[in-house]
C-alpha cells in the first residue's frame, strides 16, 4: 500500500489545494527511472534559481514538451510562470481574487458562510472558523498554483524544496495547463458538492498522476504498474487526520481525497481503458464521486438514487439554506471526525439528499436527509455509527431502526431505518420547536419519493433544479477558501 508522507515532508513539499507531486512508493527523485539509483536522472531541464523567472521559463519549456509527448495533447498557447514568496502568497491570491471577482449575489435568498454550512450538517464542530482554518491551511502549504483562462502559474519559493520536487511540481500544474486548452469546463454552475468534488478528483488526480509519471524519467506509465496500488478514502481519512490533526478533517479529508484517490483512480481507468477514458471524463464530467472512488465497478453499482428537493412546506422563520447531494466523502467526514476509529464501506452508499434550514437566526439550524445503501446492513451500521459518536440511544429490532432523543449538541433528533433506507431529522429552533412543527416535517419527509436511479456518468437527462425552493449548497466547501477558487487549481 502505498502511504503518504510524513508530516514534515507534506508541510514542505505542499500536499494541499495548490498542487504537489510525489513519485509512487520506492521512487528517488534525485534518481532516473523507478526503483533503480545507479543512474543519474535522464534529462532534467537546466539549472533551476528559485527567484530567478528566466530559469523558471526554460525549465517551462522542456516540462512541457514531454508532458505533450506523454499525453499526446498539444499545448497550443504559451505558459507562462512566475515565481512568488511566500510571504506575499496569500497577497497575490488576494489580488487574483479580487480583480476576477463578480458582483455579488442578491436575488437567490440567504448566503450562508461555509463554517454555517458544516456545522448546520454536523460535520464540523460548531467552534472556530472554517474560513479562518483554510486560509491558514493554504498559507503555510501552497506550492504552485495555475490560474485556468490565463495560461499562467506561480511557484512558491522555498529553498528547503529540491530542485527534482520543483521539476515535479511544475509538472502538475502545467498539466493543469494541458486540461485548461484541451477540455472545456462542463460542469455548469448548477453543479452540486458531490458532483463538483467528482470532478476535482478528475482534475487534480489526472494533474498528480502526470506529475509523476514525468518524475519517473521513463516517459511511461509502464513504472506504476506493479507499484500503484489502490489507495482508499479510510487511507486518506488515516493521513489527513495524522497529518493535519489541527486541521478540520472536513477540510483535510475531501482534499487528500481528490488528490490521491483521485490519482490512483485515473492510473487504474487509464491502465484498462487508455487516455481516452480520461478524455472522457473531462468531456462528459462523472455526477457523484462513487465515479471516482470505484473507478471500474460494475454498471449496478454505479447508480445512485435522487430524491426530489420539493415536498417541504415554507414554514414561518425556518429560511432554507440550501439542499444537496453530499455523497460518500462527507458523509465519511461526518462519521470519522467523531469517531475516528471506524472504518468507512465506501462502497455500500447508495444516494443521499440533505435539506438544511436556518431556524431564527445563523446558530439554530434544522436538518432533514434521506440515505440509501446498497443493503440493510450497511444502513444499520452508518446510523449505529452516527449515533454512537454523538451519544445517542438507537433501538435496533430486525430491518429497523430508530432514534427519537433530545441532546444539548443536535437538539431534537429523530430518524428512522427501514431496510436500506434511512430517514433523519435534527436541529434547534429558537425558543424551542414549535408545536407539531417537528411531526409535520417528519411526515413531509417520509412523503419526498426518489426522482430516479441515475447514473454515476453524466446523461443528457438532466433534474430540473429551478423548481426548487431549495438553492444549492455553496460551492465553497469543495474549493478553496473563497468564491474565486476555481483559479485555485
Not at 213 to 237: C, V
Not at 392 to 411: E, M, P, R, W, Y
Request: charged share 20%; aromatic share 10%; hydrophobic share 40%.
Amino acid at each position: 500500500m502505498r502511504h503518504l508522507p510524513t508530516i514534515s515532508a507534506i508541510l514542505a513539499l505542499g500536499l494541499v489545494s495548490c498542487d504537489r507531486g510525489v513519485a509512487p512508493e520506492g521512487f528517488d527523485p534525485s534518481y532516473g527511472k523507478y526503483g533503480t539509483t545507479q543512474n543519474s536522472p535522464q534529462s532534467l531541464p537546466g539549472t533551476l534559481i528559485q527567484g530567478d523567472n528566466a530559469s523558471l521559463q526554460s525549465a517551462v519549456a522542456s516540462i512541457q514538451a514531454d508532458l505533450s509527448a506523454m499525453r499526446n495533447l498539444p499545448f497550443n498557447a504559451p505558459v507562462v510562470s512566475s515565481w512568488v514568496t511566500r510571504p506575499r502568497l496569500m497577497i497575490l491570491l488576494d489580488s487574483i481574487e479580487a480583480s476576477n471577482s463578480s458582483p455579488p449575489d442578491t436575488g437567490s435568498g440567504p448566503r450562508p458562510t461555509e463554517t454555517e454550512i458544516y456545522v448546520a450538517l454536523n460535520l464540523m464542530a460548531p467552534a472556530g472558523s472554517m474560513e479562518s482554518d483554510r486560509r491558514a491551511f493554504d498559507s503555510a502549504n501552497i506550492d504552485g498554483f495555475y490560474v485556468p483562462g490565463t495560461g499562467k502559474f506561480w511557484m512558491v519559493e522555498d529553498s528547503r524544496r529540491s530542485d527534482s520536487i520543483t521539476y515535479s511540481l511544475m509538472a502538475h500544474e502545467l498539466a493543469h495547463a494541458m486540461q485548461d486548452l484541451n477540455f472545456a469546463d462542463t460542469l455548469g454552475q448548477d453543479a452540486g458538492m458531490d458532483e463538483r468534488l467528482a470532478f476535482t478528483h478528475v482534475i487534480e488526480g489526472e494533474a498528480q498522476y502526470l506529475g509523476d509519471l514525468w518524475s519517473l524519467q521513463d516517459r511511461t506509465p509502464s513504472g506504476f504498474e506493479e507499484g500503484f496500488e489502490r489507495y482508499t478514502l479510510a487511507d486518506a481519512m488515516a493521513q489527513a487526520s495524522m497529518g493535519h490533526s489541527k486541521s478540520p478533517l472536513v477540510l483535510t479529508l475531501p482534499l487528500f481525497s481528490y488528490y490521491w484517490v483521485g490519482e490512483w483512480s485515473i492510473h487504474d481507468q487509464r491502465k484498462h481503458a487508455g487516455w481516452g477514458a480520461i478524455d472522457a471524463l473531462h468531456r462528459t464530467p462523472p455526477r457523484t464521486t462513487k465515479r471516482m472512488l470505484h473507478p471500474l465497478a460494475g454498471s449496478a453499482a454505479q447508480t445512485f438514487v435522487e430524491w426530489s428537493e420539493e415536498g417541504f412546506s415554507p414554514r414561518q422563520n425556518l429560511i432554507p439554506l440550501g439542499s444537496d447531494r453530499l455523497g460518500e466523502i462527507y458523509l465519511a467526514t461526518m462519521l470519522y471526525w467523531q469517531l475516528p476509529t471506524q472504518s468507512w464501506k465506501a462502497a455500500s452508499w447508495k444516494g443521499d439528499r440533505f435539506w438544511v434550514w436556518r431556524a431564527g437566526d445563523s446558530t439554530h439550524h434544522i436538518v432533514a436527509a434521506r440515505l440509501k445503501f446498497e443493503a440493510g446492513a450497511d444502513a444499520s451500521q452508518f446510523l449505529t455509527d452516527w449515533a454512537k459518536g454523538r451519544g445517542l440511544n438507537i433501538k435496533n429490532i430486525g430491518d429497523q431502526s430508530n432514534i427519537d432523543q433530545t441532546t444539548a449538541s443536535l437538539g431534537l433528533v429523530r430518524a428512522e431505518r427501514r431496510f436500506d433506507e434511512i430517514s433523519l431529522l435534527f436541529g434547534k429552533h429558537l425558543g424551542g420547536w414549535p408545536a407539531g412543527l417537528a411531526d409535520a416535517m417528519w411526515s413531509e419527509l417520509a412523503a419526498i419519493g426518489p426522482i430516479n436511479v441515475s447514473s454515476a456518468r453524466r446523461s443528457t437527462v438532466q433534474t430540473d433544479a429551478s423548481k426548487s425552493d431549495f438553492p444549492r449548497f455553496p460551492s465553497k466547501p469543495i474549493r478553496i477558501w473563497k468564491e474565486y477558487s476555481s483559479s485555485r487549481r
